[in-house]
């Protein structure tokens, strides 16, 4: 893996981040809107999506009157995690690879 990092430009490892955090989004976006379109909202029926964040947890239920449809949580540490933890390890390993490049490369003038 770290040879075909080595031959990686900045615009591969922006590329790669873009396509981490839209399949993240996609997983986290996924779940609530399938348990959206479970239901088929008649006007004047009641449908609630609640979002919050406290002590530290992001929180988020949809119901249907009073039918949990779904519920989701997060602590702050996990959420960050989930979004830097995976593009800064490629980003670390990127550069460790670019190093040892740079390592094994011939001195000029030889």
Do not use: C, N, Q
Not at 62 to 78: C, E, M, N, Q, R
């Amino acid at each position: 893996m770290l040879a075909s990092l080595r031959r990686w430009r900045p615009v591969h490892l922006f590329a790669a981040w873009a396509v981490y955090w839209i399949a993240l989004a996609v997983g986290v976006v996924i779940p609530p809107l399938l348990a959206h379109l479970r239901i088929h909202p008649v006007p004047g029926e009641h449908e609630t999506f609640t979002a919050g964040f406290g002590d530290g947890v992001f929180s988020a239920t949809l119901k249907y009157f009073d039918t949990v449809l779904w519920s989701g949580s997060i602590h702050f540490l996990a959420a960050a995690l989930w979004v830097a933890g995976p593009p800064l390890a490629l980003f670390v390993a990127w550069l460790a690879a670019r190093r040892r490049e740079r390592r094994h490369a011939a001195p000029l003038g030889v």
